[in-house]
Nanobody, 119 residues
Framework: QVQLVESGGGLVQPGGSLRLSCAAS????????MGWYRQAPGKQRRLVAG???????NYADSVKGRFTISRDNAKNTAYLQMNSLKPEDTADYYC?????????????WGQGTQVTVSS
């Protein structure tokens, strides 16, 4: 029973920082890629940042230089450090992970955590 549990969302002022965590638990053999997606009201869910099993990262242009994704393989946890937050960063943030339990990886999603950037 693999689960992704997200935490760290909340309300923050423009220019502030927030750190999201995504902890995977259950019968995990390995985790391939992990990533963070976000979805604002009326918009599509899109990739914010991703990290592969080797630690290579990629970011949406809108967050480059402000957000940092990382992972702790020993803890099966991914993080998203968000700095210099803007109102347009307001969205529900979802953790994604490609997890192998037995044979090949399958996609898993977290439940989402809300980030609100407002004065």
């Amino acid at each position: 029973q693999v689960q992704l549990v997200e935490s760290g969302g909340g309300l923050v002022q423009p220019g502030g920082s927030l750190r999201l965590s995504c902890a995977a638990s259950g019968s995990i053999s390995s985790i391939n890629a992990m990533g963070w997606y976000r979805q604002a009201p009326g918009k599509q869910r899109r990739l914010v940042a991703g990290v592969n099993s080797g630690g290579r990262t990629n970011y949406a242009d809108s967050v480059k230089g402000r957000f940092t994704i990382s992972r702790d393989n020993a803890k099966n946890t991914a993080y998203l450090q968000m700095n210099s937050l803007k109102p347009e960063d307001t969205a529900d943030y979802y953790c994604y992970a490609e997890i192998t339990e037995s044979s090949r990886w399958r996609p898993y999603w977290g439940q989402g955590t809300q980030v609100t950037v407002s004065s």
